[in-house]
């Protein structure tokens, strides 16, 4: 008989299809609301679950450091082939064309300069701007074994408070200090604060040793900072090692945008991450798009 659009049998309720919920497979993840991984989403690469961050937020307590004195001139190519970028909210307005529709993870903590202790610092971003942003996530620094270590950790668990009434995932950001140890047992402990204080992810450095005990500990994704500059071939081997000792990806800049062809390594770096390409093709693959030849 018709039904109401005058067509016979016009309704398919695909009888013979499992009703399928999809789990989020990012660590640590599959609890959280909708919007956090829908945020969470656009910083992690959904295929491979890693993340290429391009983190150039060095002048919130740096200034114009090398390489990032003109961000639309050295900083605009490049964020075609990032995943994320980390950025102040300043340079975001000012410079990033709004056509950009990857992750943004804005710099949500600041205060002192180089000139100053850098472990006093306060939340610098309202979660109202960083909606009005469209942000992906908000960061804060963490310094444990800093002067103010309980300060710091007081602003990431008042982000995560915020984050978690608003839906914005927080990224605490472990910082060493010209006085604290890069070790593994500094960056378990560290890392490992940061995700039982209730950030989403978390950025720490790679230490060559027992690295895998840091990210074996953490119960949510770990990327790694890239840290100085340091020779190309040299960086893709920490990126590579880091991602196959449990990191979910990294969040470079210097080695990236002091490199001497930024959009080659950046791109060699995306190998290594989303590919699992071997720092040793990786390097070739870097020299084959500066237009170099090995030896």
């Known amino acids: 008989m018709p039904d109401k659009e005058g067509t016979q049998d016009s309704h398919n309720y695909y009888l013979d299809v499992p009703a399928v919920s999809e789990p989020f497979t990012l660590k640590g993840s599959n609890s959280l ?5 829908n945020r969470l989403s656009k910083t992690f690469d959904p295929d491979s679950g890693r993340a290429v961050m391009l983190a150039f937020d060095h002048g919130y307590f740096m200034g114009p450091t090398s390489q990032l004195e003109r961000i639309d001139v050295t900083i605009l190519p490049l ?6 970028l980390m950025l102040t909210r300043g340079i975001l307005r000012s410079t990033i064309p ?3 529709t990857r992750g943004i993870v804005v710099r949500a903590s600041g205060g002192p ?3 100053k202790e850098l472990s006093n610092e306060e939340i610098a971003v309202d979660i109202e701007d960083a909606l009005r942003l469209n942000a992906s996530a908000m960061a ?3 310094f444990i074994g800093g002067e103010y270590e309980t300060q710091s950790v007081n602003n990431l668990t008042c982000l995560v408070d915020v984050g978690n009434r608003y839906g914005m995932p927080v990224l605490g950001v472990t910082a060493v200090g010209r006085d604290m140890v890069r070790d593994a047992k500094y960056m378990r402990l560290a890392s490992r604060i940061c995700a039982e204080l209730g950030a989403s992810f978390v950025k720490t450095y790679y230490v060559p040793e027992d690295f895998e005990t840091v990210t074996a500990s953490c119960p949510v994704p770990i990327v790694i900072a890239g840290g100085k500059k340091i020779p190309e071939q040299d960086a893709l081997k920490m990126a590579y090692n880091a991602v196959q000792q449990g ?3 990294v969040d470079m800049g210097r080695n990236i945008f002091q490199s001497e062809d930024p959009e080659a390594m950046i791109q060699a770096v995306r190998a290594v991450v989303h590919d699992d390409m071997e720092p040793e093709q990786a390097y070739e693959f870097y020299l ?8």
């Open 288 to 295: 084959t798009l500066k237009g170099g030849t090995s030896e």
């Open 113 to 115: 300069s180089i000139l």
């Open 79 to 84: 964020i075609k082939y990032a995943d994320t």
């Open 98 to 100: 709004p056509t950009y």
């Open 140 to 142: 804060v620094q963490v």
């Open 33 to 37: 609301d909708w919007g956090m991984k």
């Open 247 to 249: 990191a979910a990806g």
